[in-house]
């Protein structure tokens, strides 16, 4: 039995002394989610699948209790995840005839889709004054670790986080996280990050990620930020925030100014099973240590209903930019992680715009529609054989969305959205893109 897992059995024996406390069951929630999921992708040129295609209904089962009285509070949250396949026959759910998973759900040992998947998990929690512990399962979201939920269920995460909001403005927040368990799968595995994480028995991970930092409000329009994340054995890395709120005219403009600085960690400096993938000639397939260093502005002007924008972002060093990344779909913090690329190689350079507008403005609470453009260009590639594959590449994407939340009636907070994305690039031995997603959900409140 690990650490976490130890300190979790002991926070739920205590809890379950105290479950009668006055609070403890006053304060809980009790929700279920509900998200019917369809995705399709339609790979252009090369060879290969031409088309992927999975539909499935999730339930997202959620219950968040309140704390025991005294100094020291205690409390349990619970997670509940079920994914049911509608359709994902005929070889469309995105394995290449692995036993790992496709896009929405796991794979059996021929590849096909599993009919269902599942998962439990559970959270004990402490809080004194305005400090509080979490062990077991955590959904962290900060500039060094995100969770995604880009699919039928969200990921989770095992491990534990602490939380305090003591000092006026200020709020820190410190973790370690020992095991990841992803958007397709019932199972918790360890960490890794791209380059590293080819399934099989060249596969790198490890079980220790730690995190640090803090938001401060400078001022109630202006918050500064510091992060610092560890993938031990893989990289290090600092990440500064600046985010200002300025009242132009009838309108908001605001300024998200982010860098981050991302150098090996133990083995990734110098044993090539753990490298990155990146612009390392001379090495198979371009991989090498993590060496990055990412600039990003982006700007958005507000204004009755209506939001323009646009932003530019620099990827220096040798190797793309770092997060964990199991290889099964995974998000990060920056500006430029869309519905199908992340554009953030060796050397890339991105520029975007967006705008989208909220119909309440014109009549019609909780439609909302926005589309984002990004181009990035200066891609350099190696090839297996360690020499230049391509010089200066480029690529853009434009992602659409649309999406209706009902307001009132019978059918209250349903909400609906489609999100359709192209990505084209002329980088050698890539497939172009195109992508829908069609999403319909409902919470529904329990307790």
């Known amino acids: 039995m690990n650490k976490s897992t ?8 205590v809890m379950a002394q105290q479950a009668g406390a006055a609070g403890f069951i006053e304060d809980s929630k009790a929700t279920l989610g509900l998200r019917n999921f369809y995705i399709n992708t339609d790979n252009r040129d090369g060879a290969g699948a031409n088309k992927n295609e999975e539909w499935g209904q999730g339930f997202d089962l959620r219950f968040i209790s309140g704390y025991t009285q005294g100094t020291v509070g205690f409390g349990i949250d619970a997670i509940g995840l079920l994914g049911v396949r509608l359709d994902s026959g005929g070889g469309t759910n995105g394995n290449a ?20 998947f599942s998962s439990l998990g559970l959270t004990a929690k402490a809080k004194i004054s305005q400090t509080e512990l979490k062990l077991g399962t955590l959904q962290p979201k900060n500039p060094v670790i995100i969770t995604n939920d880009g699919r039928l269920l969200p990921q989770t995460w095992q491990g534990g986080q602490i939380t305090s909001g003591e000092i006026k403005d200020l709020t820190l927040v410190g973790g370690q996280i020992e095991a990841v368990k992803g958007r397709n799968s019932s199972n918790n595995e360890n960490l890794s990050i791209s380059g590293a994480n080819t399934r099989g028995a060249g596969f790198r991970d490890s079980n220790k990620f730690i995190y640090a930092g803090g938001d401060y409000k400078i001022t109630k329009d202006l918050t500064a930020q510091y992060y610092y994340g560890n993938l031990e054995e893989f990289y290090k890395q600092h990440f500064l925030g600046l985010v200002h709120n300025w009242s132009i005219g009838p309108g908001v403009l605001k300024s998200d100014f982010r860098y981050f600085n991302s150098s090996d960690d133990g083995k990734n400096g110098t044993d090539p099973a753990y490298y990155s993938t990146g612009n390392y000639t001379g090495v198979r397939n371009g991989r090498g240590e993590v060496d990055n260093n990412l600039y990003s502005g982006l700007f958005l002007y507000t204004v009755a209903g209506h939001t323009f924008g646009g932003g530019y972002q620099v990827s220096n060093g040798s190797s793309d930019f770092p997060w964990l990344n199991q290889g099964d779909g995974s998000s990060n913090y920056t500006i430029t992680d869309m519905q199908i690329q992340k554009f953030n190689r060796a050397g890339e350079k991105t520029w975007q715009a967006r705008y989208s507008y909220d119909f309440a403005k014109v009549g019609v609470p909780g439609l909302t529609a926005g589309v984002v453009y990004l181009k990035g260009d200066s891609i350099d590639t190696v090839g297996s ?3 230049e594959s391509a010089s200066n590449r480029s690529e853009w994407e434009r992602d659409f969305t649309i999406g209706y939340v009902v307001p009132e ?3 209250k907070n349903v909400g609906l959205m489609w999100k359709n994305a192209v990505w084209r690039t002329d980088l050698p031995n890539t497939r172009s893109q195109d992508e829908n997603r069609l999403i319909v959900s409902y919470s529904i409140p329990l307790l």
């Open 409 to 411: 009636g019978p059918f």
């Open 97 to 116: 005839g692995t036993a790992y998973g496709g896009t929405v759900f796991p794979s059996e040992s021929n590849g096909k889709a599993v009919d269902n």
């Open 6 to 13: 130890l300190a979790l059995a002991v926070a739920v024996g």
């Open 385 to 387: 054989n360690g020499r």
